[in-house]
């Protein structure tokens, strides 16, 4: 019997404002007609639903920003989810979210539809560094928004914030580290600014108007570790702190390598190995789905040792680390000398990283594998 697709990925690619340092597939709305849109989601897993059993564990709605869409659209897609799939296994159902796209009515509408968590993308607390990431909302905007989710009643509220940001000192970093603190959101996601191949940011970089700095990225993740562990945070993966019991279920589903299905223009699946990308263009995914055709363009059957560099780069990044069979026998010197040099603990079978191994994450990582 086939396994289960558990957890399901659906990409919106609608931002009013597109960010010059994103790389993932997104546009302004335009001229796509939302209503059909809506339909070639809700039609696309009825299509996958011919060769696949899915029963999802999470739902995770990425882009690109879901909320976005409007509460009519919205309330067509969550009620189209429910009566479509078998939803009785659903533990988490996640939306990324701007803090310019939810209003009061829009939250209550996620909460009614059994949202569980929203992840607000609030990337940074002052003007300057906001301004200078593109960002459309203030920051009294954000904290509004999350007061609005909070009213709501949304069970996890994730905060997303950006770090190493060029002009961004460590003072600044902190400060907005000690802001996110004070409103307690279940969870936060600190991620390291990465200059993107085509963005306009990589563009900037390359010409000098934009810098990078190995030491500023340190100081501010190590930063990060240490306000946010002793405010109660679980450092559970490395870009990633949540509250007990507030992980996040769907992108642990994730690093642990199990089957996935996307759905969306430019979304990935996974399953039993095999991995396939959908078109990354809106108007031709809904006119491929309009003519009954799965709209995928690449297909991958992932190698042994393609699965292995993923579980080894993934799984290192987590609280639990990973087994230390994913490790060759021929590498056996390698981990006695990162324990010497005290960047990982290995003890009870498991390779784990420690604090200062954290920073070198991949580094590490090429050193586990085999040549």
């Known amino acids: 019997m086939p396994e289960s697709v558990e957890h399901l990925y659906i ?4 931002c009013h404002r597109v960010c010059p340092y994103c790389s993932f597939y997104k546009h302004t709305p335009g001229n796509t007609d939302l209503v059909s849109f809506v339909q070639a989601l809700l039609h696309e897993l009825t299509l996958h639903q011919r060769h696949l059993s899915i029963k999802p564990k999470t739902i995770f709605f990425g882009g690109g920003t879901p909320t976005a869409l409007s509460e009519t659209h919205l309330n067509t897609l969550l009620s189209g989810l429910r009566e479509l799939t078998d939803l009785s296994q659903l533990q988490e159902l996640c939306l990324e979210a701007n803090p310019k796209t939810v209003n009061a009515s829009k939250a209550r509408l996620l909460h009614d539809h059994g949202v569980t968590r929203v992840s607000l993308g609030v990337q940074a607390w002052d003007e300057p560094t906001l301004k200078l990431l593109g960002r459309d909302h203030a920051p009294d905007e954000a904290e509004e928004t999350y007061d609005v989710l909070r009213d709501a009643g949304i069970p996890s509220v994730n905060l997303d914030l950006m770090f190493s940001i060029p002009k961004q ?4 970093w902190k ?11 279940d969870h936060v996601s600190c991620y390291n600014l990465t200059y993107e191949e085509d963005t306009e940011f990589l563009a900037q970089h390359r010409q000098g108007k934009l810098d990078a700095d190995g030491d500023r990225d340190a100081d501010h993740f190590y930063t ?3 306000l946010l562990t002793a405010a109660g945070y679980e450092h559970y993966e490395i870009s990633n702190y949540a509250k007990p019991a507030h992980r996040s279920i769907h992108n642990q589903a994730y690093w642990r390598g199990a089957n996935y299905l996307g759905l969306g223009p430019s979304a990935y699946s996974t399953y039993q190995k095999s991995r396939w990308k959908n078109i990354a263009d809106t108007t031709d995914y809904i006119r491929l789905i309009s003519e009954q055709r799965v709209p995928i363009v690449e297909t991958e ?3 042994e040792k ?7 780069a993934l799984e290192l990044r987590t609280a639990e680390g990973m087994s230390e069979k994913r490790v060759d026998a021929s590498l056996s010197d390698t981990l006695k000398t990162l324990v010497e040099e005290k960047l990982i603990d290995h003890r009870d079978g498991q390779i784990r990283l420690t604090r200062t191994g954290k ?3 991949d580094r590490i990582a090429e050193m586990l594998l085999p040549d």
């Open 11 to 14: 990409h919106i690619p609608f």
């Open 169 to 172: 000192n460590l003072a600044v």
């Open 175 to 185: 400060e907005g580290l000690e802001k996110t603190i004070a409103l307690q959101p």
């Open 224 to 226: 990060a570790i240490d």
């Open 301 to 303: 059957d992932l190698t």
């Open 306 to 312: 393609q699965w292995l560099m993923e579980r080894v």
């Open 359 to 361: 920073g070198l994450t």
